[in-house]
């Protein structure tokens, strides 16, 4: 007996409390760096933090993973003075336990790699306030090291500050993350580690919220057919 059209429809939506369907097939991973200066070719990478994401049963994002180091400079890498001073950081202090670029990047994309699989997700995407800045920082420490197995999309990022902007009227992430309720103690601020995970916290909470406030799943809308779907996927592939 034919299945009535609108009982096959439901039964071949996708799961939207899984995190694979949240984001078209993403898979969301918060980053901060910080660095010897803005210029991504020529300064220092001298700290990077990556958290990864995790959907419960009923579709709420929470933190799930952190993976940080302190990086040493590439050779030849400019280190900017003001930056220095502004992050604290001392770039040659062997108390810094840093490793190399190629080391920290090759084991954050290892462990992003494993994340993406077990979620069934496509490819990932970096998080971070003020995206780009993240972003180019580790694409350029990327191609440095001439790595191939690269999991995250060469330029789409989910950029907190953004988001922060729509949802709580601010963009600076202590601010935001205190219209939240999540806190922010500005003597941590400027730890890779401690920025990463207050940004991906600010992220899920802004997620969630929208669920809550009946933005996911989106109401009343007809899935892409089955064509369209293989069409998209097929993009993804490419991107």
């Known amino acids: 007996m034919t299945e009535p059209a609108n009982e096959s429809t439901e039964k071949n939506k996708p799961d939207p409390n899984l995190l694979s369907s949240r984001f078209r097939g993403f898979y969301p991973v918060v980053i901060d760096v910080e660095t010897a200066g803005f210029n991504a070719k020529t300064d220092a990478l001298l700290e990077i933090a990556a958290t990864t994401l995790k959907m419960d049963d009923d579709g709420v994002l929470q933190r799930d993973k952190t993976i940080h180091f302190h990086v040493e400079p590439f050779e030849g890498a400019n280190i900017e003075q003001a930056a220095i001073d502004f992050n604290g950081i001392d770039p040659f202090n062997p108390l810094r336990g840093a490793v190399s670029e190629s080391e920290a990047i090759k084991e954050i994309c290892k462990e992003i790699r494993k994340g993406q699989k077990a979620a069934g997700c496509n490819r990932s995407v970096i998080v971070a306030h003020n995206a780009a800045f993240d972003h180019g920082f580790v694409m350029a420490a990327i191609e440095r090291i001439n790595y191939k197995r690269i999991p995250f999309h060469p330029f789409v990022t989910f950029d907190t500050a953004s988001f922060a902007a729509l949802s ?72």
């Open 168 to 239: 709580l009227g601010h963009t600076v992430l202590a601010e935001a993350c205190k219209r939240a309720g999540l806190g922010f103690d500005n003597k941590e601020a400027h730890s890779a580690k401690y920025d990463t995970e207050k940004t991906a916290d600010l992220f899920c909470y802004m997620v969630n919220r929208w669920k809550e406030l009946g933005g996911w799943p989106i109401p009343d809308v007809t899935p892409p057919s089955p064509e369209l779907e293989q069409e998209l996927n097929k993009e993804l592939d490419q991107e």
